[in-house]
């Protein structure tokens, strides 16, 4: 007689055993015994080879509510364990972050790339992940604001970059001075006896014209791309020559980018 099981999870690992003998089944426990059966029914089952019988259904159900209790007490038990090292890290990096000059700069480039390419398990982890990335990234910044504009490490390379962010802060103004404008001024040069645009005629039509459109279709945005283009290329520092267009608010920020090493 001979047990046939596809890499069954054991206790010591992945095991590439495909038959067990009667001298090493025996060798296990009832218990051992008992998964090993309920694993190859599972595989067999999920193979289309068996259908499961009835008599093992409830025992199989019973073995996993029973594991699962234990395994709930394992994470509580070890929680709690771990909760005590989690709170004196935070206190360590803490410390660091007040502290603590280039010296730490390798260690805090690390701490940066895990943060920002971990996953979070729950909504409330993902925040205080982010509040400390924000401060990691201000570390980094002040550092490098000392000695140089990048500095590369076995963690990654730091450097120094900016972000732009551009939002419509007035709608309406927007729509009148960058959309509506330029057909108000052509009608009204049209009009015009000279053919030079009367500026309160060009105010009337851009009202006019405004009135009589259903903004309500638009959404409030523009494209980001479009305004920096029209504010120009940035500079070295990362200036740009132009203003943006009325309505839209642009901010600039300094911070830093992260290449992670390979």
């Given at each position: ?49 068996i259908e499961m019988s009835d008599p ?115 709608f309406e103004m927007f729509v009148d ?86």
């Amino acid at each position: 007689m001979s047990f046939l099981y596809d890499h069954l999870v054991l206790g010591d690992g992945v095991s590439d055993r495909t038959e067990y003998t009667k001298e090493e089944w025996a060798k296990l426990n009832p218990n051992e015994q008992d998964d090993r059966r309920f694993y190859d029914v599972c595989r067999a089952t999920q193979k289309g080879e068996i259908e499961m019988s009835d008599p093992i259904v409830p025992t199989i159900i019973q073995k996993y509510l029973a594991d699962r209790e234990v395994i709930k007490e394992m994470k509580k038990h070890h929680a709690e364990e771990l909760r005590t090292i989690e709170e004196f890290q935070a206190k360590r990096e803490a410390a660091l972050l007040e502290r603590a000059g280039i010296e730490a700069f390798e260690f805090f480039t690390d701490l940066f790339v895990n943060g920002r390419d971990g996953k979070a398990a729950t909504e409330k982890a993902k925040e205080s992940i982010a509040m400390n990335q924000t401060k990691i990234e201000s570390w980094l910044l002040k550092m490098l604001n000392s000695v140089g504009e990048g500095i590369k490490t076995s963690a990654g390379t730091v450097y120094k970059t900016r972000k732009e962010s551009v939002t419509c802060q007035d709608f309406e103004m927007f729509v009148d001075q960058n959309m509506l404008k330029d057909a108000a001024v052509k009608i009204a040069e049209r009009i015009s006896d000279t053919g030079v645009a009367n500026e309160e005629h060009v105010a009337e039509f851009i009202q006019i014209i405004h009135n009589n459109m259903h903004l309500e279709l638009l959404t409030k945005a523009v494209r980001k791309e479009a305004i920096l283009e029209l504010m120009g290329e940035p500079a070295k520092d990362g200036s740009r020559p132009n203003t943006p267009p009325a309505g839209v608010n642009y901010v600039a920020i300094q911070c830093v980018g992260v290449r992670k090493a390979k």
